[in-house]
């Protein structure tokens, strides 16, 4: 077993297993194709096939997730993409779903550059990806003065990468993608923070989400 592998041991079984309703409408309905990278156990994708018709193809590194994705799915891959998509040669998709998952690759912009030889024209990249400058997080090193790693959230202790709102646009950007949407995600603030963003004009409006949920294609003149 790899060390990455070792390092989602710890896991609970819920983690592999979310059905993330609200990432649904990010997924276009008209999509026949569709590749979910880090899929865990299958339930997002397998609520994408009973939405509509569709082929989807499930890409998970661990064992028993793979196994139960694969009872699901159309195909299951158990890889690790960092290396390499060759496994998905002969494949083309109309939308790739990765949902909180390129903040655990070690070069997420490596693995969105290769992505790109298997999309096929008009295609959708969809994403959630946790906001760094989430309040916790904030309260935490500026109060607690804390960089603090924990067992799930916006600092899981297995994410390799940290973004803000910015951040994963530039991410998209950087790699030849379009962000064509980005919205805040499980957003709340407590009453001191919603009273502090007022006072400065919403300059702390991102704070508020938990993850952010992208929506991009290839830039013009981008394909790999």
């Known amino acids: 077993m790899s060390d990455q592998q070792l390092a989602y041991e710890p896991k609970k079984e819920r983690y592999f297993a979310t059905e993330r309703p609200e990432m649904l409408d990010f997924v276009p309905r008209s999509a026949a194709r569709i590749v979910e990278f880090g899929c865990g156990a299958g339930v997002f994708a397998q609520c994408i096939k009973e939405r509509q018709d569709a082929y989807v193809v499930g890409v998970e590194l661990m064992e028993e997730p793979a196994?139960?994705?694969?009872?699901?799915?159309?195909?299951?891959?158990?890889?690790?993409?960092?290396?390499?998509?060759?496994?998905?040669?002969?494949?083309?998709?109309?939308?790739?779903?990765?949902?909180?998952?390129?903040?655990?690759?070690?070069?997420?912009?490596?693995?969105?550059?290769?992505?790109?030889?298997?999309?096929?024209?008009?295609?959708?990249?969809?994403?959630?990806?946790?906001?760094?400058?989430?309040?916790?997080?904030?309260?935490?090193?500026?109060?607690?003065?804390?960089?603090?790693?924990?067992?799930?959230?916006?600092?899981?202790?297995?994410?390799?990468?940290?973004?803000?709102?910015?951040?994963?646009?530039?991410l998209f950007e950087a790699n030849g993608f379009a962000v064509q949407r980005i919205d805040g995600l499980k957003g709340h603030f407590p009453w001191k923070f919603a009273l502090l963003n007022k006072l400065l004009g919403g300059a702390l409006t991102d704070m508020r989400y938990l993850q952010f949920g992208v929506v991009a294609t290839l830039a013009p003149g981008a394909r790999g």
């Not at 400058?133 to 904030?138: A, D, F, K, N, T």
């Open 67 to 170: 196994r139960l994705a694969g009872e699901r799915l159309d195909k299951v891959f158990r890889r690790d993409v960092e290396q390499g998509l060759q496994f998905l040669a002969g494949e083309t998709f109309d939308c790739a779903v990765f949902l909180d998952v390129l903040e655990h690759l070690r070069a997420p912009w490596d693995v969105l550059e290769e992505l790109k030889a298997y999309l096929a024209p008009g295609a959708v990249v969809v994403a959630s990806i946790p906001n760094l400058r989430h309040y916790e997080v904030m309260k935490s090193l500026l109060l607690r003065r804390r960089f603090e790693y924990q067992d799930e959230g916006v600092m899981d202790r297995t994410h390799l990468r940290f973004f803000t709102r910015d951040d994963i646009v530039r």
